[in-house]
């Protein structure tokens, strides 16, 4: 564990973490190892990742490390991992991928004490391995790693790094940049890694929940169906699968038939095909947080007043550690469940197609994902869609 990521007692507050026996599990997941994206120009990208959304540059792989072919900048925020890839060579693969899909994640790599036994247990399921179980060593040790295909082009590259106490992987070098903070700003924004939403094609959301569960083991968390996803115009279905600890959380959605078009359908189009939607941040001090970001110029999806003024929210949600008009003031959104509350916001895509956003969230014992803020959220995105002219 590096020095800045959250404990196990702060990560059970933060995300849900719960007790795990991995030894008992046939594919055993321990966490996030990286968000791996693929953007048209990964200089600014990371730069962006730095100066707005306060994130720090640990590593990186280019032309001058020998990477003729792409740059890789590897970027942290507590235990939160992202690795910015772009490509240098006219000629490497990354700008078919670019060309297809725009700015976007193209790897959800994952953790695992036991690399050969997962794939193992992959192939066993009928799962498709793209990379086959091997070793990358350099002067600070062994890194095993190997890759299996699931939604879209999106894959999980599954790393064992207990042998390895580099800066990220072998062929990388620690590196700072020469970014400067404001003065007042916090030493993160955000701490870890709560969920990674993906988008897939009507009629194929359960099949990719059948595969977390059949070949990686996930469970079943949650199921969103009917009224509770819909609003007047537009419809989607969402199922979540998590794995043993609840540290790698899946929510997965299908667009649903409806009189416009849905914010799935939108993505679909745009990604050309199915891909990561959002990734939520998670965050111990959510207007804080906002406050910071907004201060960078990030925007937001409007909440209408009205959300805040309605007496079924105030009276379902009770009392939550900041005033009503703190988040009112901010468009902060709030849900509680049987477990607790938590809060939420929602960025704008990061992007110039309509597909890749951030969310930030502050648990306060909920398990959840904000079901009673789905209309709301849809509301808003519905908005964007038509200003855009996409609903």
């Known amino acids: 564990m590096g020095v800045d990521e959250p404990t196990d007692a702060t990560l059970r507050q933060l995300v849900g973490l719960v007790d795990y026996d991995a030894a008992a599990d046939p594919f055993p997941v321990l966490g996030w190892d990286a968000v791996v994206w693929i953007v048209g120009n990964a200089t600014l990208f990371a730069h962006y990742l730095e100066s707005a959304f306060g994130m720090r540059l640990v590593a990186y792989s280019g032309p001058e490390t020998g990477n003729r072919d792409h740059k890789s900048f590897v970027m942290r925020s507590g235990g939160a991992c992202f690795v910015v890839t772009g490509a240098v060579d006219p000629d490497s693969p990354l700008v078919a991928h670019h060309d297809r899909h725009g700015d976007g994640v193209a790897d959800i790599a994952l953790q695992v004490p036991d690399v050969d036994k997962c794939v193992d247990r992959a192939r066993a399921q009928g799962a498709t391995i793209l990379v086959e179980p091997h070793d990358s060593t350099d002067d600070f040790g062994t890194v095993r790693s190997a890759a299996i295909a699931t939604y879209g082009d999106t894959r999980h590259t599954l790393v064992d790094r207990s042998r390895y106490a580099g800066p990220y992987l072998p062929g990388f070098v620690a590196r700072t940049s020469g ?48 009224d509770d996803i819909a609003t007047e115009y537009s419809a989607l279905m969402s199922k979540v699968v998590a794995n043993g600890n609840h540290r790698v959380k899946f929510p997965l959605n299908e667009p649903a038939l409806g009189r416009k078009r849905s914010q799935i359908d939108e993505y679909l189009e745009f990604y050309r095909g199915p891909g990561v939607q959002h990734i939520a941040l998670a965050t111990g001090d959510i207007l804080a947080t906002v406050d910071a970001l907004r201060r960078e110029g990030v925007e937001f999806l409007a909440t209408p007043a009205a959300y805040y003024d309605d007496p079924e929210l105030r009276a379902r949600i009770g009392r939550v550690r900041v005033p009503i008009e703190d988040l009112r003031s901010r468009g902060i959104l709030v849900d509680r469940d049987e477990d607790g509350y938590l809060l939420q916001i929602f960025c704008r895509p990061l992007t110039d197609r309509p597909t890749v956003f951030f969310e930030l969230i502050e648990r306060h014992g909920s398990l959840g994902f904000g079901k009673g803020n789905f209309k709301a959220l849809f509301q808003a995105i519905e908005r964007e869609q038509d200003a855009r002219g996409n609903l």
Request: hydrophobic share 45%; aromatic share 14%; glycine share 8%.
């Open 179 to 226: 970014y400067q903070p404001r003065a007042d700003a916090p030493p993160r924004l955000f701490q870890a890694i709560d969920h990674v939403v993906g988008n897939v094609e009507l009629g194929r959301m359960d099949e990719w929940v059948e595969f977390y569960r059949r070949v990686m083991g996930f469970t079943n968390l949650a199921e969103f169906v009917g």
